[in-house]
């Protein structure tokens, strides 16, 4: 499995997170929104990441980076999301999707209004450690 299943199933896991994007369908959407999308929602994108080594073998470990953007109607709406993707997402570890995730971390995220769309949004910087099957 990859990072990106990863990401998508530890979304549609938290409570928090699900309440305000939704279960079925899950607004959590790769690279960009669909047109005419019920906000709140969250594009994910994944940026360049890295093999982390040791001396001079590969240990195994992949570090994956994400930006997570949270979009919503207001700038209250934004922010909130996202504080429920930073309490998904940081300082977290576990098996999912099948990849055993070693820990996450989130840095708070940048404030962007989007006026031609009037949507405001959050954009988190989301690093990923996890083990290469």
Partial sequence: MSAEAALVTRAAAVGGLTALIGTAPMRFYPNTLPQ???????????????????????????RARFWLHAYATTHGGARALADQLIAAFNRQS????????????TDDGQDAYEPELRQHRVVLDLEMDYLEA
């Avoid at 890295?50 to 470990?61: E, H, K, L, P, S």
């Avoid at 576990?94 to 971390?105: F, I, L, M």
């Fill in 36 to 62: 005419d999308c019920t906000l709140p929602a969250v594009q994910y994108q994944r940026l360049p990441g890295q093999r982390v080594r040791a001396m001079v073998a590969d240990t195994g470990i992949v």
């Fill in 94 to 105: 576990g098996t999912w999707a099948s990849v055993v995730v070693q820990e996450t971390r």
